[in-house]
């Protein structure tokens, strides 16, 4: 079955320390991956695709396929970026339509 | 431009009642597509509308279903509530079936 795992339930880091948010898929195929966040009290959305390789504010993340992960980084953390962070994978071998969703990440950045 | 839109923000309901759920996309997006996100089950795939057509369903029982208009705005039903269907319902929406999904704010189902 297909499956997105992020393995850390909660992250907590010191503002400008480095973060990394974990995500590992299982597929056969070639997924397409994305990162959402969910702020306090908003509503979730895109963060970047792996497709596009762009980085947004300050966050990248690369697509391994030999070690299927996709995580999350940013060189220095800083306390806006405390929110929700879920990987998602939105295809393996055919167009679903499905999003499959990790159980997703809080990252808490300390002052 | 206006994002996607969900109605109503809250709803109670009773075991056994049905609930229906609302969602306008982003104007120009023809794909709809509903989500649960159920305490500690994470986001669950319901449904995908697409022009008109469900294009693929999630593992829900069929008393979860719905419909897309022609203006491509959706509906969600859930008939014969059952107390584990207490979730909030994300919709999304997307230019293309295989584009990349915004969400709406969700409907917040209770049901007592």
């Known amino acids: 079955a297909q499956r997105v795992t992020q393995p850390e339930k909660l992250l907590s880091v010191f503002k400008g320390a480095p973060v990394e948010l974990k995500c590992n898929y299982s597929y056969s195929g070639s997924p397409e991956l994305f990162w959402y966040v969910q702020y306090s009290r908003q509503r979730l959305q895109l963060l970047l695709r792996?497709?596009s390789r762009e980085s947004i504010k300050g966050f990248t993340a690369d697509l391994n396929k030999g070690e299927t992960s996709f995580h999350l980084k940013k060189p220095f953390a800083q306390e806006e970026d405390s929110a929700m962070y879920y990987c998602?994978?939105?295809?393996?071998?055919?167009?679903?339509?499905?999003?499959?969703f990790g159980q997703g990440t809080t990252l808490q950045v300390k002052p | 431009e206006a994002g996607v839109t969900q109605s109503p923000t809250h709803l109670i309901k009773t075991r056994g009642q049905q609930a229906t759920l609302r969602c306008s996309p982003i104007?120009?997006?023809?794909?709809v597509y509903w989500y649960q996100q159920a305490l500690g089950l994470g986001l669950q795939f319901l449904l995908w509308?697409?022009?008109?057509?469900?294009?693929n369903r999630g593992n829900f029982p069929p008393r979860f279903s719905g419909r897309q208009f022609p203006n491509y705005s959706s509906e969600l039903n859930v008939n014969a509530l059952e107390l584990e269907d207490s979730a909030l319902y994300l919709c999304?929406?997307?230019?293309?079936?295989?584009?990349?999904?915004?969400f709406g704010p969700g409907t917040r189902l209770t049901v007592l």
């Open positions: 998602a994978s939105l295809r393996g071998s055919s167009n679903t339509g499905k999003l499959i």
């Open positions: 104007s120009g997006h023809t794909s």
């Open positions: 999304a929406s997307s230019l293309r079936g295989d584009d990349e999904q915004f």
């Open positions: 792996h497709i």
């Open positions: 509308y697409d022009e008109g057509e469900e294009r």
